[in-house]
């Protein structure tokens, strides 16, 4: 967490958003993320809960989510990428207050999608953060309880298998 207090975050997002067609800042930035938005494991409500120091990423979430979601779009073919921004994505959805700000997410649902199809299903680490979060967020939608969504089944027609520019 030294990272998270240090400004982690924000420097993390500042180059994404500086360098959004670099593909190695992105890949990296993905990477970074990866840990930065990992809830405190002692909370028993999974709630995000930052130290007293101010360095609090919850008024960051809407960016790294938009920033996450923009990475993988600009390189829609590099299943690292997709890869780590699943990954992002689930660690985020982990927080239940930031699924509602993933469902607000403009093109969160479609690339998730587009995840799912372009990873294919050997990838299971994608297939089941992806559905997790499409479970999670689809329960926000629709106003229901999405308690225990890791084991719920969620049916979703993928389509051709072709890696069109997904659209966002």
Not at 42 to 66: L, M, T
């Amino acid at each position: 967490r030294s990272l998270l207090r240090l400004g982690g975050v924000y420097a993390v997002t500042n180059a994404m958003m500086l360098h959004p067609n670099v593909e190695a800042v992105q890949f990296r930035g993905l990477f970074a993320l990866i840990n930065l938005v990992i809830p405190d494991n002692k909370s028993k409500k999974k709630e995000y809960r930052a130290p007293n120091d101010g360095s609090s990423i919850h008024p960051h979430i809407y960016q790294i989510a938009r920033l996450t979601i923009v990475a993988m779009k600009n390189f829609y073919a590099n299943k690292s990428i997709l890869n780590r921004g699943c990954l992002v994505l689930r660690n985020l959805s982990l927080t239940p207050a930031f699924v509602e700000i993933l469902a607000r997410t403009p093109g969160c649902v479609d690339m998730l999608l587009h995840c799912r199809q372009v990873c294919g299903p050997r990838d299971v680490l994608v297939q089941r953060s992806a559905r997790t979060i499409m479970i999670l967020v689809q329960g926000v939608v629709t106003g229901e309880n999405t308690e225990g969504a890791n084991g719920g089944a969620l049916s979703i027609a993928l389509g051709d298998s072709s890696t069109k520019r997904p659209k966002i």
